[in-house]
Nanobody, 123 residues
């Protein structure tokens, strides 16, 4: 049974950077697409970035293109989300989740959700 655990969130000033990690256990990660999602207070959960099992295909929400980068190392069973030039509107709980195929980067297509990690961007 695949389990995912997010870490790396915290408080950062606007313009700063954070790197989130998604660590897998219970199964090897090499067959799974991994998505990053976020949910801010009062808003729906939204896709941030999804990366295919090989890392060849990656997509990003328009709001984070050019600022966020998703990467993975299947040998380490870990996926990362590098977040640069952070803005207050990036404040949310960030989740990682898995899919068996490379699917649209929307929450309903993913499963095996982690517990989430809080990212707060504030001066």
């Amino acid at each position: 049974q695949l389990q995912l655990v997010e870490s790396g969130g915290g408080l950062v000033q606007p313009g700063g950077s954070l790197r989130l990690s998604c660590a897998a256990s219970g199964d090897t990660l090499d067959t799974y697409t991994i998505g990053w999602f976020r949910q801010a207070p009062g808003k729906e959960r939204e896709g941030v970035s999804c990366i295919s099992s090989s890392g060849i295909s990656t997509n990003y929400a328009d709001s984070v293109k050019g600022r966020f980068t998703s990467s993975r190392d299947n040998a380490k069973n870990t996926v990362w989300l590098q977040m640069n030039s952070l803005k207050p509107e990036d404040t949310a709980v960030y989740f990682c989740a898995a899919a068996y195929l490379f699917r649209p980067c929307v929450p309903e297509k993913y499963h095996n959700w982690g517990q989430g990690t809080q990212v707060t961007v504030s001066s």
